[in-house]
T-cell receptor, first 115, second 116 residues
Framework: DAMVIQNPRYQVTQFGKPVTLSCSQTLNHNVMYWYQQKSSQAPKLLFHYYDKDFNNEADTPDNFQSRRPNTSFCFLDIRSPGLGDAAMYLC??????????????FGPGTRLTVL | AQSVAQPEDQVNVAEGNPLTVKCTYSVSGNPYLFWYVQYPNRGLQFLLKYITGDNLVKGSYGFEAEFNKSQTSFHLKKPSALVSDSALYFCAVRGPYGGSQGNLIFGKGTKLSVKP
């Protein structure tokens, strides 16, 4: 089945130690998103790639970076995690083009713990 | 700016009874509205969307939603609730732009609890 895969499902890191979360998709969608979701809150968009174009949300901290080496993969890098960065990180994809407003498909998420 | 409001933090329903989860929106231009469901420790699953056309939209798992332009609402409904429907439900709106500007804005979520 076509899907969005996130690895690892659970990640523990130390305060200030860089961490990378990965997302891959078999849907061949041209847009990939990263969301941060804190406990029982709405997902908050961090940034997204529209094809190769990177789009950062205005309030996303510089501590968060992303890479999309090809259509299928996208990475979230947290350069110096703080305690406040502990959250569920959700990757999503969608197929976008002229005139369409398509739903996003979400991965299962990676729960990040910062010690 | 686009926004959605989910006025209820929690909705409690008995199994077999109809359920409604409320959502109101505020957008400039035509709204594009979505409902997602999230089970514990899982990602969001798409339920249904309204883009244009019939005001009553049918989606997955027996859910439907009614778009009401005059009341700026998009309430989620199901005629007969199941215990397995218990989850967190998010309403979302997308702006009238395509491409990189048309990103989803989520409501704060409503926890649905269906008791046997």
């Amino acid at each position: 089945d076509a899907m969005v895969i996130q690895n690892p499902r659970y990640q523990v890191t130390q305060f200030g130690k860089p961490v990378t979360l990965s997302c891959s998709q078999t849907l061949n969608h041209n847009v990939m998103y990263w969301y941060q979701q804190k406990s029982s809150q709405a997902p908050k968009l961090l940034f997204h790639y529209y094809d190769k174009d990177f789009n950062n949300e205005a309030d996303t901290p510089d501590n968060f970076q992303s890479r999309r080496p090809n259509t299928s993969f996208c990475f979230l890098d947290i350069r110096s995690p703080g305690l406040g960065d502990a959250a569920m990180y959700l990757c999503a994809t969608s197929r976008e083009g002229s005139g369409g407003y398509n739903e996003q498909f979400f991965g299962p998420g990676t729960r990040l713990t910062v010690l | 700016a686009q926004s959605v409001a989910q006025p209820e933090d929690q909705v409690n329903v008995a199994e077999g009874n109809p359920l409604t989860v409320k959502c109101t929106y505020s957008v400039s231009g035509n709204p594009y509205l979505f409902w997602y469901v999230q089970y514990p420790n899982r990602g969001l699953q798409f339920l249904l969307k309204y883009i244009t056309g019939d005001n009553l939209v049918k989606g997955s798992y027996g859910f439907e939603a009614e778009f009401n332009k005059s009341q700026t609402s998009f309430h989620l409904k199901k005629p007969s609730a199941l215990v397995s429907d218990s989850a967190l439900y998010f309403c979302a709106v997308r702006g009238p732009y395509g491409g990189s500007q048309g990103n989803l804005i989520f409501g704060k979520g409503t926890k649905l609890s269906v008791k046997p």
